[in-house]
């Protein structure tokens, strides 16, 4: 295929992306519709999807299949059986979008054997306008790509795909309005996804987000409340509420303290579990650490990113906070949450990162003892600023600065779990092993899985388990009768 080829579509551009309004977003609960010719289109076919990256792309995830129900499709998890794949991708690093790449190449048989099978790409991915030009040239057995803001369009760009046999790009660069009437499928029975806003303004300067998923705006307090109560009467006992940085919610709704009100009023729903994720230092304030204290309900967990220990590097990293305004929450939290689990993520060998820089980063996690770190090799991303940036440490150093932070945070978490030795925790169950029935899984309060024999437990009950053993990702331990 050449250039001109690719002319007749309309590629997403990452400059339009990073642009900003200043008015409000709308909020809109009659945009979703299923065309009358798209109607049934689903009936007797089968999809597989399948989600990569972070919990909004789940909960995207989770809609896309109530789209999918609606039009008449069955799930499938097997590919062969497949007459609409999609993919639901993450585009926060590199690694991750060439595994999709190459999944997408072992599709090319399926194609081949199956000429009506469809083969979708959607996500953070396809807001890229690189690698929507790389499909289009290399990627023939792709028919259909649409982006995160284009998700309540499917049943239109399904039809079409289907009808014009051509290939259907859609993505909007930007974000239109806040979309409330779409249909979901949830994936796990009694924990709830609940996204609180969308996008992003931070701007981290390595990070690709701010421009797939847009502008931050956030839902109205009234809508997610509803969504939570309505939960509720389904039984469910844990809500996380999501949101790329949850402590900036209602800013764009001009509140003051947004997260901690909306925290407060979600506590009061009387729902038995509320988690959030994730946190960015720079917004977290007093009020809501102070709700997070008030409440049981509120769990005692935080994610909370570093990204790195060196001020330095901080500052290159757009993050707007130094180590020491980051050691100051971590205190303030640990001492109004008695007992807080702490996690974090942490990203190595950002530009020019030296051996100081790094130590630095090491150093705070002996401060924090978490429990435990997400951890990755800076990936450098195209249409970010730190992209520009000029980086003369060798690939080998990078990965040697990650197998020594993961041998640091691989034993605090150990460290952090023994602490449960001996104690009775609750847990929500997730249900039965696969391998042994008799055993069953879920988290305490902190987020901590617990592997445990008993009887008579159902999923979703939440129990007491007395911890007999830690390992340095999991509990074990046995059902306590009551
Ligand atoms: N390279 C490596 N890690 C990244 N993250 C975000 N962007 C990049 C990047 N370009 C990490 C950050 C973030 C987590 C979700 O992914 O640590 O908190
Ligand atoms: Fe990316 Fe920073 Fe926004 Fe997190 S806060 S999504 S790391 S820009």
Known sequence: MTMNKLDKFDLPSLDEARKRKKERFKVRKDLFKIPDLAKDIGKG????????????????????????????????????????????????????????????????????????????????????????????RKYPQVDLIFGTHNIYHLPELLYRTMLEKERVVEVFSKPGEIIEDLPSKRFTPFKA?????????????????????????????????????????????????????????????????GFATLLEAVAKTGIKRIRFMTSHPYNFTDHAIEIMGQYQNIMPYVHLPLQSGSDTILKKMNRRYTSEDYKVLFDKLKKAIPGCAFTTDIIVGFPNESDEDFLKTLEMVDYCKYDNAFTFIYSRREGTPAASMEDTIAPEVKEKRLAILNKKVGEYAHLANERFLDQVVEVLVDGPSKKDPSVFSGYTKENKLVNFKGEGVKCGDIVKVKIVATKSFSLDGNLLKE
């Open 45 to 136: 076919r089968h999809y597989y999807l399948r989600t990569y990256g972070c919990q909004a792309n789940v909960r995207d995830s989770e809609n896309i299949a109530g789209i999918l129900k609606e039009l008449g499709y069955d799930e499938t998890l097997d590919l062969n059986n497949a007459d609409l794949i999609l993919l639901n991708t993450c585009a926060v690093r590199q690694n991750a979008e060439e595994k999709v790449l190459g999944e997408i190449g072992n599709l090319k048989k399926l194609k081949r054997q199956n000429p009506e099978l469809i083969i979708s790409l959607c996500g953070c991915m396809a807001q890229e306008e690189g690698i929507v030009k790389t499909i289009l």
């Open 193 to 257: 996804w609940v996204n609180i806003m969308y996008g992003c303004d931070k701007f981290c300067s390595y990070c690709i987000v701010p421009y797939t998923r847009g502008q931050e705006r956030s839902r109205d307090m009234e809508d997610i409340l509803k969504e939570i109560k309505d939960l509720i009467a389904e039984g469910y006992k844990e809500v996380c509420l999501l949101g790329q940085n949850v402590n900036a919610y209602g800013k764009d709704l001009g509140m003051e303290e």
